[in-house]
């Protein structure tokens, strides 16, 4: 699994699932326990409909000129 969710677009991730996760757990609806996907898409920074969409967030890594 390639990385392929950026730091922005993880905190938001994590956030939301936070929020979704506690709200279920203080009673919400069930549906709310669906934060469990957007939270460990943003712990393992990897998102498999990013993936099938062709879609990256995070920073291209950069090729260095170093010359030894």
């Known amino acids: ?3 392929n ?7 938001l991730r994590a ?3 936070i929020a979704l996760i506690a709200w279920a757990v203080l009673g919400g ?12 898409t943003a ?3 990897f998102c498999p409909a990013y993936s099938l969409l ?8 950069t090729k260095s000129n170093n010359i030894e």
């Open 1 to 3: 699994m390639k990385t």
């Open 5 to 11: 969710v950026g730091n922005i677009d993880r905190a």
């Open 15 to 17: 956030l939301a699932g």
């Open 29 to 40: 609806p069930v549906w709310a326990w669906v934060g469990i996907v957007p939270l460990a």
């Open 43 to 45: 712990l393992f920074k």
């Open 54 to 61: 062709g879609i990256r967030t995070c920073a291209t890594p």
